[in-house]
């Protein structure tokens, strides 16, 4: 009997300890916009198509990704996760849509939106989402069905020019907010 106590209590406390992984991201305090995403390591790939672990959202909020970014505003097919990531780390926001019929009206609040922030803000269409919105910041997803512009605004604001690369040595420790270009 205390053998199976003792089990119980070790599986209780991995439990804990994984649902601890869950918090905010550091600098981002709770309560704010969207949920918490465990970040991955985000080592650099070749392309993207090279291989690499799964990610742990869809779309990805943290992991592996190529050495370069999207260019910042509206794209009009979809961008490799592997760059996407990327333009995250760098303090990115990209709202991600997928339309299962025409929805011009959606993406046009969408594009007005995102024509307000000349830098680390994307829009891009994304047919695997769940949902027809996806809010992506490093570490954080938000969902929504229909444009929610206090809510879209408030986490471009919340996350948008927040750097994660890890810290060089010497430098300052990451996460810090870079003043957006």
Same mark, same amino acid.
């Given at each position: 009997m205390a053998s199976v106590r003792r089990g119980v209590a070790i599986g209780i406390g991995v439990v804990v300890g994984l649902l601890a992984t869950g918090s905010a991201p550091e600098g981002v305090a709770e309560g704010e916009p969207g949920r918490a995403v465990p970040t991955q390591d985000g080592p650099h790939l070749q392309s993207p198509g090279s291989p690499h672990p &799964?990610?742990?959202?869809?779309?990805?909020?943290? @992991? &592996?990704?190529?050495?370069?970014?999207?260019?910042? @505003?509206?794209h009009r097919i979809p961008i490799p996760w592997e760059v996407q990531v990327h333009n995250l780390e760098d303090g990115g926001v990209i709202i991600h849509y997928r339309c299962d019929r025409p929805c011009p009206d959606a993406v046009a609040t969408l594009e007005r939106i995102v024509g307000e922030y000349p830098t680390q803000?994307?829009?891009?269409?994304?047919?695997r989402l769940e949902t027809a919105i996806a809010l992506t910041a490093w570490g954080r997803l938000e969902t929504m069905e229909a444009p929610d512009e206090p809510s879209i605004r408030r986490f471009i604001e919340a996350y948008r020019g927040i750097d994660h690369h890890p810290p060089r040595e010497g430098a300052a420790p990451s996460p810090t907010r870079t003043p957006p270009r």
């Open positions: &799964p990610y742990n959202s869809i779309p990805p909020t943290s @992991g &592996p990704h190529v050495p370069w970014l999207a260019p910042w @505003g509206v803000v994307i829009l891009a269409p994304e047919r």
